[in-house]
């Protein structure tokens, strides 16, 4: 079974358990805020917003936020590959584009990785120091400016502005006053209201998850810090720095974006990987894997220079 659809099926799972809760009223809470009884947990970004609304350092929010920040140390953005239902509700919308649109943009991305990996095989050496790719890294990531604005907006407000437009929230939401509505006969403006900012959120904001979401700006600020089960090229087996011959099919198949081969040419960083194993999978000489240490740099854990591969003389 390919591994999109293992993390589908996880976050399908959990998604439905927590709804299963949330209707019967057993009290399992939501992912914006889980648990059981008296033992439950906010999540960081609602834990922070939390306690600028109030302008208190609420102990179970403290709690709530180191212990995020602990399970993003070891798992970095672990939460939005495995569990969060966004990204489920993303592959639904794409389930239902055309064929040829899907074609389209899987070979534009296809496309895209294999002209990188072919004008580094060109120059045959590591473009760190390019300047475009200084203009690269250089660049502002817009979801952290998003997390500046939800704090921003929570002090002046006095309330968490954001968690009136969470994805996340919404979609439970959408859940809650559907089954209302059905069981019943609760029809208010939030049955129309609720589901359309969902909706409106996943098909204008299509990037949502890489370009604007301030959970996950919040956890690549953490996730920074991680040195567990991140990808490493083994460069003895790359077809690339092996063989000098374009593979990238680590970068086609990742989902945040992240070139693995020639990261500085990424829209994102390691600190964005949700070790979903994808690039492990479709690496066909096996050079990827995901070590519980990160090795430093020299020892595995930064890309070599790639080798070109010597032309073939022609038999007279």
């Not at 358990?17 to 970004?45: E, M, N, R």
């Not at 740099?297 to 022609?314: D, T």
Request: aromatic share 8%; hydrophobic share 45%.
């Amino acid at each position: 079974m390919k591994i999109s659809k293992v993390r589908t099926i996880v976050a399908v799972v959990v998604f439905l358990v927590l709804c299963a809760g949330l209707i019967a009223g057993i009290g399992f809470g939501t992912l914006s805020g889980f648990g059981w009884d008296t033992i439950s947990a906010l999540c960081p970004l609602g834990a922070l917003t939390t306690m600028i609304a109030t302008k208190t350092l609420v102990p179970r929010a403290i709690v709530s936020f180191v212990a995020m920040a602990i399970l993003v140390f070891f798992l970095g953005r672990a939460f939005c590959g495995w569990v969060c239902p966004v990204p489920v509700l993303d592959r639904i919308r794409a389930f239902f584009r055309s064929p040829k649109k899907r074609r389209a943009l899987k070979e534009a991305k296809h496309d895209e990785a294999l002209s990188i990996a072919r004008s580094e095989l060109g120059c045959g050496h590591d473009c760190s120091s390019c300047s475009s790719c200084k203009e690269q890294r250089a660049k502002l990531d817009s979801r952290h400016a998003v997390l500046g604005g939800a704090l921003l907006s929570t002090a002046i407000f006095g309330f968490p502005v954001f968690c009136l437009v969470c994805p996340i929230g919404l979609t439970f939401a959408t859940v809650l006053v559907l089954w209302r509505l059905f069981a019943n006969g609760d029809m208010t403006y939030s049955v129309i209201l609720i589901p359309l900012m969902l909706v409106i959120e996943l098909v204008f904001l299509r990037k949502w998850c890489s370009r604007f979401c301030p959970m996950a700006g919040l956890m690549n600020l953490m996730s920074r810090f991680s040195k567990t089960w991140k990808p490493v090229i083994d460069d003895t087996k790359c077809l690339e720095t092996d063989k000098g011959t374009p593979c990238s099919r680590c970068a086609i198949v990742c989902d945040q974006d992240i070139n693995l081969r020639h990261p500085e040419y990424g829209e994102h960083t390691l600190a964005d990987c949700t070790r979903c194993h994808a690039c492990v999978d479709a690496c066909p000489t096996k050079a990827v894997s995901m070590p519980f240490i990160y090795p430093k740099k020299g020892q595995g854990g930064a890309p070599a220079p790639v080798k070109i591969a010597e032309p073939v003389e022609k038999a007279k």
